[in-house]
């Protein structure tokens, strides 16, 4: 298929770790040119460094994605240094699961998580558009999540907020069809992303693997004892159950190395072992 990932412009965003900081690092080592954006500098700097020390093209440039002035000056930063924006990758995200009943504890949680992940990536986008449209072409990644597909149990807010990521990523591409692709991409359970350490209530997770939540939390404190059958955790057996980020970065990679014709319009990644997530 050749490489349609060299020399293209590639701005991501939560680039500092994560799905963010794999996919610049994979990019940047296919010859993408990366800007990479994040609210954590210190760590975002290190990210950056660690791709030029491979022989990697990439900048740092710090960000809020909440915020639109400084989206912009990241999509500015990016034109500046590469003359064009060919990808924007949306990753910026928390994952506050939490019930009703722990409004007290998680409000002030919630309204982040909306304005992180649904107010961040209209942002994102919005700061990529004008741009895209005058190229006559571009690739907006959209991060969302199994958690967007229907209502669970303990999932209200995040649940609503990748919903959302879901409705803008297809209006974006309605609207544009022939200008700009589109990607939706949906993680399902995820353990090394740390996006975990930001669940308010465990019980939260419950919506999620449903009748399979015995097997699950079964699953996690053997893992957490070192207890769990090697073959669970080998990503070349059939009951592999703990996903490595790298699998979701390497398929953010697929969706970007296709010709311009070609969109990867939804994908869905998993471990063939996780059965218990619905």
């Not at 994952?95 to 982040?112: F, I, Q, T, V």
């Not at 009748?211 to 939390?217: P, S, T």
Request: some cysteine.
């Amino acid at each position: 298929m050749g490489n349609h990932v060299k020399d293209k412009s590639i701005i991501v965003t939560g680039a500092a770790g994560g799905f963010g900081r794999l996919v610049s690092e994979k990019a940047a080592a296919l010859g993408a040119k990366v800007t990479c954006a994040d609210v954590d500098l210190a760590a975002l700097e290190a990210s950056v460094a660690a791709i030029r020390k491979a022989g990697g093209m990439a900048q740092a440039v710090r960000a809020d994605v909440t915020n639109i002035a400084e989206m912009k000056a990241v999509a500015k930063a990016a034109v500046e240094a590469y003359g064009r924006i060919d990808v924007m990758l949306n990753n910026a995200g928390v994952m506050p699961l939490a019930l009703y009943a722990d409004h007290e504890s998680a409000l002030e949680k919630w309204h982040r998580c909306i304005d992180i992940n649904i107010k961040g990536v209209l942002n994102g986008t919005v700061a990529v558009h004008d741009q895209m449209i005058a190229q006559g072409e571009g690739h907006v990644i959209n991060v969302s999540s199994i958690y967007g597909n229907f209502p669970v149990y303990g999932a209200a807010v995040y649940g609503a907020t990748k919903s959302a990521v879901n409705f803008l990523s297809e209006s974006l591409r309605i609207e544009t069809r022939g200008k700009i692709k589109v990607t939706i991409v949906k993680p399902t359970g995820v353990p090394g992303t740390g996006l975990g350490a930001g669940v308010v209530n465990p019980q939260g997770i419950v919506g999620i693997v449903g009748q399979n939540a015995g097997e699950y939390f079964e699953v996690l404190d053997l893992m957490r004892e070192g207890k769990l059958d090697p073959a669970r955790l080998d990503p070349n057996e059939m009951d592999y159950v703990a996903l490595d980020p790298a699998f979701i970065a390497d398929q953010i990679i697929h969706a970007i190395n296709q010709p311009k014709g070609v969109s990867i319009g939804d994908i869905t990644v998993r471990a063939s072992g996780d059965h218990y997530i619905l």
